[in-house]
């Protein structure tokens, strides 16, 4: 016959582990969450970031071409 004190330290055992893997399926699940919002955030900022750059890439390279074109016609003109 068992005794109540080893029944009742296999009984605490089995609920520890039971809600302890719960817990810990639970925080994995959030923290795979978390990542995936956090992944998309940052791939959101960085395509607005490539965005801005190639809009003032753009603007530079409009700049050098009227800059250019100025050169021209004041060598024409000269």
Do not use: H, W
Request: hydrophobic fraction near 50%.
């Amino acid at each position: 016959m068992k005794s109540p004190v080893i029944t009742f330290v296999v009984l605490l055992l089995f609920f520890v582990l039971l809600i302890g893997g719960a817990g810990y399926i639970y925080v994995a699940s959030q923290m795979s969450a978390e990542m995936g919002y956090l992944k998309n955030q940052q791939r959101e900022a960085l395509s607005t970031s490539s965005e801005r750059v190639v809009e003032r890439l753009r603007d530079a390279l409009d700049d050098i071409l009227l800059l250019r074109e100025q050169m021209r016609i004041t060598g024409l003109l000269a």
